[in-house]
């Protein structure tokens, strides 16, 4: 075990630190889109990070209402959008650490083997990514290269599709801890019969 994965696994079995690890995500998500309503209140249109259905046409049609003040404050909030996914990230990593170590069964070991909390993180460096080209993207304006606007909109996508995938894999976990815990329930009893 490396020391991002006992870091992980000491956040998850620590309570303290597990609520540490809440803590500074709901606080950065809420930071966050505290960020974007300043940038809402000056163009009555959401951030390119918060709008999924993003294509490079809307990217490019609304790249005038990146200039002066709303620039600013989209720039606040694009720095602090590199402290939130890796708040997030980290949690939802910490979070599948607990429920694999609370898990009896042999999958949950052998998922901890594999080091499935680390996947969690995939979905930060696809946010940071897409940070990163958004922010080229309007370095580059009024006319961005497509590589820039293209890049923007693929990190996007898969973001989001890391977004959907931890979802389910997180889902799925709890949904196995329920099942690993209700096994273990309905085989007490007949440990105590034949005991007796």
Do not use: C, H
């Not at 690890?21 to 918060?50: G, H, K, M, R």
């Not at 590589?147 to 898969?158: D, E, P, S, Y």
């Amino acid at each position: 075990m490396n020391r991002l994965d006992a870091a992980l696994d000491r956040a998850a079995r620590t309570g303290w630190l597990f609520a540490l690890v809440f803590a500074l995500n709901f606080a950065s998500f809420s930071i966050l889109f505290n960020l974007e309503a300043q940038f809402e209140a000056l163009t009555d249109t959401p951030t390119y990070d918060t709008q999924n259905d993003l294509t490079p046409e809307t990217l490019r049609a609304q790249l005038p209402l990146y200039q002066g003040e709303a620039l600013a404050a989209y720039q606040r909030f694009a720095a602090f959008d590199f402290i939130f996914p890796l708040a997030a990230g980290v949690f939802l990593a910490v979070l599948w650490s607990a429920l694999l170590r609370l898990n009896t069964w042999p999958l949950a070991a052998r998922l901890r083997e594999w080091r499935l909390p680390r996947l969690a993180l995939l979905g930060t460096l696809f946010d940071w990514l897409e940070n990163s080209f958004l922010l080229t993207t309007l370095s580059l304006a009024p006319d961005p290269a497509d590589w820039a606007v293209n890049g923007a909109i693929l990190f996007k996508r898969l973001k989001l599709a890391g977004l959907t995938l931890s979802g389910i894999v997180t889902i799925v976990l709890l949904a196995l801890l329920v099942l690993n815990w209700l096994a273990s329930r309905l085989n007490r009893p007949q440990t105590r019969e034949k005991m007796g």
